[in-house]
């Protein structure tokens, strides 16, 4: 469908107007679209309905033109069961390449741009089209001068049909229903790595050196690190989770417990699960009263002298599968000598009974291409383990949210990553869940940082 939307006189410019049902679309689709476009700009609909605000279509031509952007995108206002609010995007960068960035319902583009992208289009996909597009888009003037502009004003209303909560939206990436989905999208991104020079051939990663006389000096095999604060009602579980875990001989572990401050109690029950066993198994580490997040309590485990040879993640509200996870992130680490392994979770409420989808895999990792797909994604899955000595080279940033995938993306970028793909982890769901129901303004601000650490990330593999 195909409409004149209107011609703008101070620019002499006209743009015309086409609807998609969404942005999961064939390659098809797009070419008929470039083949019909015959004025200056093409808008891109895919919400049936779209509210204007006055003279926004004018001003998304004007930005257009004062910016020589190839496409424009802007904020808009989200009609919900009736109630009208803000919903603000956020800035296209380098590092934007999740397929699903929300660019809102309405994207203009410059039709020479995006006949340009549509011309070197040599693959045909399903379901990949409008993500080809864009990537092919942001590329035409060398990979790194990205001219897809966000317009950071309120200029149109959509109605809102997806009212799941965002915890819920969280895993739709890794629904085994949308597998199909995923191997195109993930072929796309491997394209538009190797155009822009930050794609990684796997068989130039390395393995680690567990010969090394300085792995020696480790206390223990392993580590159990949970941070956490004000975790009163969950703490005690993930404690005793860890602590029923069963390694092999020669085999030792212990379990760090860093707490950031709490106040609500989270401490006297991690002290009275301390009194109870041996001090060497708990190590209670308190941290002063500057920032530390996540990503510090972490470091503070990490540079622990009683730190072991591997760190494995456990957070705070969540428990072990079994008491056999730690042994079998020593025997992968041991087997396959990786810089990190990832297990595979099963989402359950506070109780522990299962919620769908169920067991989250990420077998979007392949030994092959994982750590060029890592770049599309938004995490790698959980739990975590790390190669202390190396870990200690790099550090977590020190940061409440994605501290672990920016450690995932820089080791993988030169060291190999093992997998474990039976469940490990019960990864629990409850009110208090810190992305349980994020607002607009959190989504944002995790989704953005997301991409900024995709964006450095991206720039030192292509250097």
């Given at each position: 469908m195909q409409k004149?939307?209107?011609?703008?006189?101070?620019f002499e410019k006209a743009m015309q107007i086409f609807h998609l049902s969404s942005r999961v679309c064939s390659t098809q689709a797009i070419r008929e679209i470039a083949s019909q476009a015959t004025e200056s700009y093409v808008m891109l609909l895919i919400k049936p309905e779209v509210r204007w605000v006055a003279y926004a279509q004018e001003r998304l031509v004007q930005i257009a033109e004062d910016t020589h952007a190839d496409m424009v995108y802007a904020d808009h206002f989200n009609e919900t069961n009736g109630q009208v609010s803000q919903a603000p995007v956020i800035d296209y960068q380098l590092g934007a390449l999740r397929d699903d960035f929300d660019f809102g319902a309405v994207t203009m583009w410059r039709t020479s741009a995006l006949q340009a992208a549509v011309a070197a289009m040599d693959t045909d996909y399903q379901y990949a089209g409008f993500y080809d597009l864009r990537l092919r888009v942001s590329r035409l003037h060398g990979g790194r001068d990205v001219r897809l502009v966000h317009v950071p004003e309120y200029l149109y209303y959509e109605v809102e049909t997806d009212t799941r909560l965002s915890g819920e939206k969280l895993f739709d990436y890794v629904n085994p229903a949308n597998r199909a989905v995923q191997i195109e999208m993930e072929q796309c991104v491997t394209a538009h790595l190797k155009a822009i020079g930050g794609w990684i051939d796997y068989q130039q990663l390395k393995n680690i050196d567990l010969s090394d006389k300085g792995n020696e000096t480790c206390p223990v095999t392993a580590s159990v690190i949970i941070p956490c604060r004000n975790r009163v009602r969950t703490i005690g579980d993930a404690i005793r989770s860890a602590l029923a875990q069963r390694v092999r001989e020669?085999?030792?572990?212990?379990?760090?417990?860093?707490?950031?401050?709490?106040?609500?109690?989270?401490?006297?029950?991690?002290?009275?699960?301390?009194?109870?066993?041996?001090?060497?198994?708990?190590?209670?580490?308190?941290?002063?009263p500057t920032w530390h997040a996540i990503g510090g309590?972490?470091?503070?485990?990490l540079h622990h002298p009683e730190c072991g040879l591997f760190a494995i993640q456990l957070d705070s509200d969540d428990t072990y599968f079994d008491e056999n996870t730690v042994q079998r992130f020593i025997d992968t680490f041991m087997h396959e000598r990786c810089a990190m392994v990832v297990g595979t979770y099963q989402l359950t409420d506070i109780d522990?009974?299962?919620?769908?989808?169920?067991?989250i895999?990420?077998?979007?990792?392949?030994?092959?291409n994982g750590m060029n797909n890592a770049l599309r994604i938004n995490g790698l899955g959980a739990p975590r383990g790390f190669y202390v000595p190396l870990l200690r080279t790099m550090n977590f940033p020190t940061t409440k949210y994605g501290e672990?995938?920016?450690?995932?993306?820089?080791?993988?970028?030169e060291y190999q990553l093992g997998?474990?793909?039976?469940?490990?982890?019960?990864?629990?769901?409850?009110?208090?869940?810190?992305?349980?129901?994020?607002?607009?303004?959190?989504?944002?601000?995790?989704?953005?940082?997301?991409?900024?650490?995709?964006?450095?990330e991206l720039m030192a593999r292509m250097a």
């Amino acid at each position: 469908m195909q409409k004149l939307l209107y011609f703008c006189s101070k620019f002499e410019k006209a743009m015309q107007i086409f609807h998609l049902s969404s942005r999961v679309c064939s390659t098809q689709a797009i070419r008929e679209i470039a083949s019909q476009a015959t004025e200056s700009y093409v808008m891109l609909l895919i919400k049936p309905e779209v509210r204007w605000v006055a003279y926004a279509q004018e001003r998304l031509v004007q930005i257009a033109e004062d910016t020589h952007a190839d496409m424009v995108y802007a904020d808009h206002f989200n009609e919900t069961n009736g109630q009208v609010s803000q919903a603000p995007v956020i800035d296209y960068q380098l590092g934007a390449l999740r397929d699903d960035f929300d660019f809102g319902a309405v994207t203009m583009w410059r039709t020479s741009a995006l006949q340009a992208a549509v011309a070197a289009m040599d693959t045909d996909y399903q379901y990949a089209g409008f993500y080809d597009l864009r990537l092919r888009v942001s590329r035409l003037h060398g990979g790194r001068d990205v001219r897809l502009v966000h317009v950071p004003e309120y200029l149109y209303y959509e109605v809102e049909t997806d009212t799941r909560l965002s915890g819920e939206k969280l895993f739709d990436y890794v629904n085994p229903a949308n597998r199909a989905v995923q191997i195109e999208m993930e072929q796309c991104v491997t394209a538009h790595l190797k155009a822009i020079g930050g794609w990684i051939d796997y068989q130039q990663l390395k393995n680690i050196d567990l010969s090394d006389k300085g792995n020696e000096t480790c206390p223990v095999t392993a580590s159990v690190i949970i941070p956490c604060r004000n975790r009163v009602r969950t703490i005690g579980d993930a404690i005793r989770s860890a602590l029923a875990q069963r390694v092999r001989e020669p085999y030792r572990y212990n379990v760090f417990v860093v707490d950031d401050n709490s106040t609500d109690g989270t401490v006297d029950v991690i002290k009275d699960i301390q009194n109870t066993v041996d001090g060497a198994r708990l190590i209670y580490v308190a941290q002063d009263p500057t920032w530390h997040a996540i990503g510090g309590n972490w470091n503070a485990a990490l540079h622990h002298p009683e730190c072991g040879l591997f760190a494995i993640q456990l957070d705070s509200d969540d428990t072990y599968f079994d008491e056999n996870t730690v042994q079998r992130f020593i025997d992968t680490f041991m087997h396959e000598r990786c810089a990190m392994v990832v297990g595979t979770y099963q989402l359950t409420d506070i109780d522990g009974q299962p919620l769908p989808p169920g067991k989250i895999d990420h077998r979007e990792w392949t030994a092959e291409n994982g750590m060029n797909n890592a770049l599309r994604i938004n995490g790698l899955g959980a739990p975590r383990g790390f190669y202390v000595p190396l870990l200690r080279t790099m550090n977590f940033p020190t940061t409440k949210y994605g501290e672990d995938y920016a450690v995932g993306l820089r080791i993988t970028r030169e060291y190999q990553l093992g997998r474990i793909y039976d469940v490990l982890y019960n990864c629990r769901r409850w009110d208090d869940n810190s992305d349980a129901n994020c607002d607009v303004v959190a989504m944002n601000r995790n989704n953005w940082y997301k991409d900024r650490i995709r964006t450095w990330e991206l720039m030192a593999r292509m250097a």
